[in-house]
């Protein structure tokens, strides 16, 4: 983990991709964690897009229209998506565009603020590569599909799930300063960093801590830095 500066996501907005053909669900299938065979009528469903070391790259809303299936996520990831995807399409009869956008520059902070008093995650360029999706509480939310068979990252997702050792979790929490995702959270007194700031505005923020110091005095970006208060397990009876 590492400390940021305010300029990590300073991409705005919300970007949208739009994956069509023949092979779109079959190819979704193998790269997301979320099974596309749920993905019926007007439902908005919820899928993480693993690196190879099952770490999150992008957290997506994923919902089926006439022409496709439509990949929700913030702007500030939304390239590096693209790119990563399109490198995984080889001979399958599926094209992905850039459609536009559903929330402009200006409604990044209301989109962003939703989401954190939802328990949804988002990922940011400074928090690519950094959690487990279960780390980010997808199991819970009910973003990752357990036998729907394989897709980039999967081994080492369903290796944490069966054995049972998810050991640090996301938490609503609120700072009483200013954070970016990124941000490490301290234990008061402690020498390493226990979490890391997933989003956070207005004082309100979401966090991955290691759930054994949840109960311990945090601080943001120092062992002597402001407080951070108010945990809500948002995994609780997972």
Request: contains cysteine.
């Amino acid at each position: 983990m590492q400390q940021t500066s305010s300029s990590s996501a300073t991409t705005h907005g919300v970007g949208r991709i739009l994956v069509t053909g023949a092979d779109a669900d079959a190819f979704l299938q193998g790269q997301l964690t979320q099974d596309v065979r749920k993905l019926v009528g007007d439902a908005s469903l919820i899928a993480g897009y693993c690196s190879a070391k099952g770490r999150l790259l992008a957290v997506l809303q994923m919902q089926r229209r006439p022409d496709g299936i439509v990949l929700e996520t913030h702007r500030s990831v939304l390239e590096s998506t693209l790119k990563r995807l399109r490198m995984f399409v080889l001979r399958s009869k599926v094209t992905l565009t850039e459609i536009e956008p559903s929330v402009p520059d200006s409604g990044d902070h209301d989109w962003r603020r939703g989401r954190i008093e939802q328990g949804l995650p988002t990922i940011f360029p400074a928090t690519v590569d950094h959690f487990v999706p279960q780390m980010c509480n997808l199991d819970v939310l009910g973003g990752i599909s357990y036998d729907k068979g394989c897709y980039t990252g999967q081994e080492i997702v369903a290796r944490l799930h069966y054995l049972g050792q998810v050991k640090r979790r996301m938490f609503h929490v609120r700072i009483a300063a200013a954070s970016v995702p990124g941000a490490e959270i301290f234990e008061s007194g402690g020498t390493q960093a226990v979490g890391e700031v997933v989003d956070a505005l207005e004082g309100h923020a979401l966090v991955v801590l290691q759930t054994a110091h949840a109960a311990a005095d945090l601080r943001l970006e120092a062992p002597n830095g402001p407080p951070v208060s108010d945990l809500v397990n948002l995994s609780a009876g997972a």
